[in-house]
């Protein structure tokens, strides 16, 4: 069965701090893996990775897909309070059908 | 642009009462997506319409749940009867084609709070 894990499932941090969150995947046809942040109400889109080893950079926030070892990795650097969000992972199956891990709740305590 | 737009916002009903959620995709989208988000499944597709055709359905729960798109600018998603396990937070998702044949970016409503009591 296809599955999409991320963990921790639960993360605490302080204002400043960098965290890095994790997503790891067993898929069939895999074609790429994208990132979404949560806020109060509906996902918004960070990154979609489908090359291995290439870094997607927006500011703070960075993302690398690992096609090997089947992960990928979502860093924040300096950490602000407005990073407190679920953060969710997808796979995509098919064109248009997305496969969402169970998220990773952060907070960024000031 | 005014996004997706969904009503209502919340919505609290009894056990066994018809609940039927709304959604306006963005103008000129013709992609349309219906998930549901819990704390136990997280957020989940049930289904997904082209060009107001449904695509795939295989994640709608059962019976009970039904969806529609009759034209490009609305579909709904009906729940009959509803049941407590139903309650959730609903989303619409809309996108276009740019990309034939790669992933076209999904843009969210911003949900409605289902509470079946």
């Known amino acids: 069965e296809d599955k999409v894990v991320q963990s921790p499932l639960s993360l605490v941090v302080h204002e400043g701090d960098t965290v890095t969150l994790n997503c790891s995947y067993e898929?069939?046809?895999?074609?790429?893996l994208l990132w979404y942040k949560q806020e109060k109400k509906a996902p918004t889109f960070l990154f979609m990775l489908t090359s291995s080893g290439i870094e997607k950079k927006s500011g703070r926030l960075s993302s690398i897909l690992d096609k090997k070892e089947l992960f990928s990795i979502l860093n924040i650097t300096a950490t602000q309070t407005g990073d407190s969000a679920i953060y969710l992972c997808?796979?995509?199956?098919?064109?248009?059908?997305?496969?969402f891990g169970q998220g990773t709740r952060l907070t960024i305590n000031p | 642009d005014a996004g997706v737009i969904q009503s209502p916002r919340h919505e609290v009903t009894e056990m066994g009462q018809e609940v039927t959620l709304r959604c306006k995709p963005i103008?000129?989208?013709?992609?349309l997506f219906w998930y549901r988000q819990t704390m136990m499944r997280g957020l989940e597709l049930l289904i997904y319409f082209n060009n107001n055709v449904p695509i795939d359905d295989s994640g709608m729960p059962e019976d009970r749940f039904s969806a529609k798109m009759p034209n490009a600018s609305f579909s709904t998603l009906k729940i009959q009867p509803s049941e407590p396990r139903d309650s959730a937070v609903y989303f619409c998702?809309?996108?276009?084609?740019?990309?034939?044949?790669?992933?076209?970016?999904?843009?969210f409503g911003p949900g409605t709070r289902l509470t079946v009591l």
């Open positions: 997808a796979w995509i199956q098919g064109a248009q059908k997305l496969v």
């Open positions: 998702a809309s996108s276009r084609v740019i990309k034939r044949g790669g992933y076209n970016e999904q843009f």
């Open positions: 898929v069939t046809n895999f074609r790429s």
């Open positions: 103008s000129g989208h013709d992609y």
